[in-house]
């Protein structure tokens, strides 16, 4: 491991101001992804401004009668929240599905939306990485991807986005609130949160440099029924092949978002019009412009059965 500082500022705006002024510096909570990468040394910082002490880690109702999640809040503690089990129990479904149970217990609300890839090349420093080393080259592009990305994808980049928090967060249309270096506050739709690969696949959210995660806000309850389904190789910590989240109203209507198969949660509203006509009519549009692989193209078929079967569960 490389030599790096460390400081532990007092407000978000500090924290933030810090980031911006100090090169290489990196904002750190549970470290349950950046401590990995550092150890591989595709994370090098120079600096790691430990932010746990912000007191950003409460869960409060909002005024519009959602709920305002603090970026400190640990996985645990936000799956386990009796308001987000009745009112989002989506949520809550997906967080238990997304690691063991340690790591759910240091993961933080806003670390987990800036996970990083768990693509194979992106781990391995030998190969060129678009994302590790930009202009470098992708190696999955005619290697082994199976689990990668099968829409959304540019020829810089197949990686998937890993987490499954976000795909929640995203058929919910939660919103990421954040601070900047000079103070200044914005809110982020999650819709827009993410960025597709294109020709810079490391700039993988919108956040500008320094720019530091404070919360996530739930618009109020949908109602409806909540499934989470988790498609894996194995039944316990491992990454999504498939996830769909997925709201459904009585009427059939809903939202559905789908999870390890591209850059970001995806979703089309659009598409979602036609959830009463069944999976094969919802996945065709979702998939449209699809470019699988001849590894992953099951992909497309697997995300069809698992939201059939999501529908099905729905209607009890």
Not at 207 to 216: K, N, Q, R, S, Y
Not at 280 to 301: C, E, H, M, S, Y
Request: glycine letters at 10%.
């Amino acid at each position: 491991m490389k030599p790096f500082t460390h400081e532990r500022p007092k407000t978000p705006a500090e924290a933030a101001s810090s980031a911006a002024r100090i090169p290489g510096a990196k904002f750190i909570a549970g470290g349950t992804n950046l401590l990995d990468l550092m150890k591989l040394q595709i994370e090098t910082p120079r600096h790691l401004i430990d932010v746990n002490g912000l007191g950003l880690d409460t869960i409060e109702p909002t005024p519009e009668g959602g709920l305002r999640i603090g970026a400190l809040v640990r996985n645990t503690d936000l799956a386990a929240d009796g308001r987000v089990r009745r009112d989002y129990g989506l949520l809550s479904r997906a967080i238990v599905a997304g690691a063991s149970g340690q790591l759910r217990n240091k993961a933080t609300t806003a670390g987990n939306l800036l996970q990083r890839t768990r693509c194979p090349y992106f781990y391995d420093t030998n190969m060129p990485c678009n994302k590790r080393q930009p202009g470098s080259g992708c190696s999955a592009i005619g290697g082994y991807s199976r689990q990668l990305a099968v829409i959304g994808v540019s020829d810089a980049c197949i990686a998937t986005y890993p987490g499954d928090m976000a795909v929640a967060m995203r058929a919910l249309d939660a919103t990421v609130e954040t601070v900047k270096p000079e103070g200044a506050t914005r809110t982020i739709p999650i819709a827009d949160f993410h960025r597709l690969p294109g020709d810079t696949p490391h700039i993988e959210t919108t956040l500008t440099p320094g720019e530091l995660i404070t919360a996530v806000t739930l618009p109020k309850p949908l109602g409806g029924t909540h499934i989470y389904h988790k498609v894996r190789d194995r039944a316990s910590y491992a990454y999504a092949l498939i996830s769909i989240a997925a709201v459904v109203q009585k009427d059939g209507t809903g939202r559905v978002a789908v999870g390890g198969v591209a850059h970001k949660p995806w979703r089309d509203e659009a598409a979602e019009a036609d959830l009463p006509k069944g999976a094969k009519v919802v996945t065709a549009q979702l998939f449209a412009g699809a470019k699988p692989t001849t590894d992953n193209a099951f992909k497309l078929r697997l995300a069809e059965r698992t939201l059939g079967a999501v529908l099905q569960e729905a209607k009890g």
